[in-house]
DNA sequence: ATGAAAGCGCTAACAT
DNA sequence: ATGTTAGCGCTTTCAT
């Protein structure tokens, strides 16, 4: 692998001048800058990063943390955080965590071994270790898709777009809705509240049996969930507000099975708006979460305080849209 | 952040009977060991990952080089290559590439800086230097879903894949069968290559209009491909061969738009079985690649070739299953 | 404008 | 069994 001494003693020049000019220092002669420059082109060196990284204390990259067995949602958030970290110029090391203390644990230990610039959590942790070792090495951070007192966050108002969701539904007519919630997720608890703050304003009591909690945010929980809400009450609801678009399709699924129509029977509202929800049959209505400027936010919130160490960031609170396609209806 | 020397000095040792500790070497006095031990996970100590790499000449690190507008075939794939190689002791670095010189330039030059053990290619790189560049270097590498003289590949029999799921068509009675094809990637020559062969077999004229090939890999696009293919020839057809899941999925949406009902109407088959096709209305007739054995085959692959740098591994050519679900029935 | 030298944190070869 | 030393490739004072 070609060096910078290699690059130096070609040039008949210091290694001190190549690195001046690799990292496009002044006070380097313009002609032997451009001979460095076309050597350097000539033997296609790149700079070694551990080396440099090494010596500057710094990694140049972030890190993501991410669940392992993240959703349609968080895979499209990430792709568009990496992308605009990357024009920032950070590299991106991503770590899937499971959601127990030894994945926990081990992924705070590759963080510490990285020597990352900041860090971007898409994923609740739960152990608050992890959040005191960010905030002791001071280690710039944020949290997106959810807050936490103490790391800038960006996310929308989860409470208040479920409460517009089921807004929705109770304008349709709808006065039997039931819920199908991710569990263990603090959103999850929002989206309840909202839920319920809705039935509330159209004078429904809070009744937790119409709410399934199940483990995952996926399809096939969706599916669980909605079996377990037919075996609660059989068929007492005319419409599922449900946690996450994936979830919403594996309730339109089991409800199909059952022989109940969507949306002439039973109306369904996910949230998120994934890319397939515009093409499954039904199209999807759902909440909107504004996927690009939510990542766009994150990573510039995070560049942010990674340049500026002491700068305090103010959370994002982004506006969520209601996207009505075919899965709602008016109550039969 | 502590070090192997503040360690050292805090028992009165040398760093380097701390580092024969680390790293499990053999000649230390069992007693200081455990000291040396208890004091790591006192002062929670992680190893410096940049000195480590600096100095070992290697990263333990894998880049998986991956289209940046990953389809959720892909997305399952290296989610669980991550998850072998983690066990065999590797971090994942993930270089998402567009299918664009520069970005594939770009690409090369990270890969070059990381010091990478290895490489794996989930996506077929147009430019020929990327190869040269792995095989120059002698740097282990391994392709999966797709194949490449000179490097060792993970991969279904593509052809004859899709020869079966044309078969599985034409037994239903089908004859007039239409194809959405991913244009650029080599696997949809080789589907399309089975596909004829299939149509062939029954004795059907090959028919380039019949099939159409269109960008990307998504359902956006297989809504593309299936308008252009009712422009083209109307409802000339009966059935639709898609070359992966996602793109069946637009290809029935567009279908249903136009009144069309699948199966009843047009049977479909998809490719890669993707998980919400087993979810989805009408839950998708698909080829199913086998996505776990994929995923470890090619982890152990590359593990193998890292740590037995000379050893020559063979390609792997894994048993695809066609799955008969919803979306396909005898012609009406 | 340029070079010499020190040092980032670690491992490995060589002593002892 | 343990310490000493050199050096990985780079950036950054400090001289000049």
Redesign the pocket.
């Known amino acids: 692998?070609v060096?910078?001494?290699?690059?130096?003693k070609q040039v008949?020049?210091?290694?001190?001048?190549?690195?001046?000019v690799?990292?496009g220092?002044?006070?380097?002669?313009p002609?032997?800058?451009a001979e460095i420059l076309r050597l350097i082109k000539e033997t296609g060196?790149?700079?070694?990063k551990?080396?440099?990284s090494?010596?500057?204390?710094r990694s140049f990259s972030v890190g993501i943390v991410i669940p392992d067995t993240f959703n349609m949602f968080q895979r499209q958030l990430f792709s568009i955080i990496e992308r605009h970290l990357e024009s920032f110029g950070y590299h991106t090391l991503f770590f899937f965590v499971k959601s127990d203390e030894a994945s926990e644990e081990e992924c705070l230990r590759r963080m510490k071994s990285e020597q990352l610039d900041g860090v971007i959590l898409i994923q609740e942790i739960k152990n608050p270790r992890f959040y005191s070792y960010l905030l002791d090495m001071g280690l710039p951070s944020v949290c997106t898709t959810f807050a936490y007192d103490r790391i800038p966050s960006v996310h929308v108002d989860e409470e208040q777009a479920a409460f517009d969701g089921v807004m929705h539904l109770l304008n349709l007519g709808h006065r039997e809705i039931n819920m199908v919630n991710g569990a263990g997720v603090n959103f999850g608890l929002q989206r309840a509240e909202g839920y319920f703050k809705a039935l509330a304003s159209a004078g429904l009591p809070r009744d937790e049996s119409r709410i399934v909690y199940v483990r995952s945010l996926t399809a096939e929980s969706g599916m669980y969930g909605m079996r377990e809400l037919l075996l609660r009450g059989g068929r007492n609801f005319s419409a599922v507000f449900a946690a996450t678009d994936e979830l919403a399709m594996g309730t339109i699924r089991v409800l199909r099975d059952e022989g109940i129509r969507v949306p002439e029977d039973v109306s369904v509202v996910g949230f998120d708006d994934i890319e397939i929800s515009n093409y499954s049959i039904p199209r999807l209505t759902t909440i909107r979460q504004p996927l690009l400027e939510m990542g766009e936010r994150t990573a510039l919130m995070l560049h942010r305080s990674i340049v500026n160490r002491d700068a305090v960031e103010s959370d994002a609170v982004l506006p969520y849209r209601l996207i009505i396609r075919e899965s709602t209806a008016r109550v039969g």
Chains 1, 2 share one sequence.
């Open positions: 692998m060096s910078i001494k290699d690059i130096a008949g020049m210091s290694p001190s001048t190549v690195s001046r690799i990292n220092k002044k006070y380097v002669n002609e032997k800058r060196y790149v700079p070694n551990a080396a440099r090494m010596v500057m204390q």
